[in-house]
């Protein structure tokens, strides 16, 4: 299938002149279609840099960073936005608007893909809340909904466009761990079932047996790379 996430001698940097500090060291990564590959590391090891750059978040600056193909080293800001149109975005926090209900919040998600007509994109968002079980809840505030069932309605939005990456920070850390496993299960089922790939960051050790894959970061550098699959062959 090939590589969807290339990332080659990469090198990040924060500030300017005597202020600039270097963030990411030599980073080299690989990432295959439909993969699960899960990232961990201490706070400040560049776990969320890595990933905002690769979500086209921040422009690279040093090496190559390749995202479907396009290189976003030194990318203008229209290359990337056209790159983020096929990433999703789950985070910590849910990041749901109060104001909207838990349907129009999904329909954020298809707002940047342009041709779909207002009807087509209100029965996309109830059918992905249908499948991530919120059926009965599409008119729901956020408000009146738990933790998981918010970052249930997060990953509907993330998913509702069929992204093909699905970049995830921490999304379990606010939850309790039943709630959690059901998350990162129905983020694994629905990424299983539209063939996309997740990387996702985390901190939740009860969570890594979802992944094919774990990457380890330390201080800026890519220090470990364990592919599960090979390990459970052997």
Do not use: W
Request: aromatic share 2%; proline share 3%; with cysteine.
């Amino acid at each position: 299938m090939g590589d969807i996430i290339s990332i080659q001698n990469l090198n990040h940097y924060f500030g300017q002149g005597q202020l600039k500090k270097q963030v990411l060291y030599e980073i080299n990564l690989q990432i295959d279609a439909g993969e699960i590959v899960l990232m961990t590391g201490p706070s400040g090891s560049g776990k969320t840099t890595l990933l905002t750059l690769i979500g086209g978040l921040r422009s690279g600056q040093e090496g190559s960073l390749k995202i479907l193909g396009d290189e976003l080293r030194g990318a203008s800001d229209r290359k990337r936005m056209m790159t983020r149109r096929n990433i999703g975005y789950i985070f910590q926090a849910h990041n749901l608007h109060s104001s909207l209900s838990a349907m129009q919040n999904v329909r954020m998600g298809l707002e940047v893909h342009p041709g779909l007509s207002p009807s087509e994109m209100k029965r996309r968002s109830i059918e992905m809340l249908e499948q991530v079980g919120l059926g009965n809840r599409v008119n729901y505030y956020p408000s009146d909904l738990s933790g998981g069932q918010k970052q249930r309605v997060a990953i509907a939005r993330a998913l509702v466009s069929h992204p093909k990456i699905i970049l995830a920070d921490e999304p379990t850390a606010a939850l309790d761990s039943k709630s959690g496993r059901e998350v990162v299960e129905l983020m694994q089922r629905l990424a299983k079932e539209q063939g996309c790939t997740i990387l996702l960051v985390t901190h939740d050790n009860r969570i890594l047996d979802i992944a094919d894959r774990i990457v380890h970061m330390e201080d800026g550098q890519l220090a470990t790379d364990t592919n599960l699959n090979e390990r459970m062959a052997a």
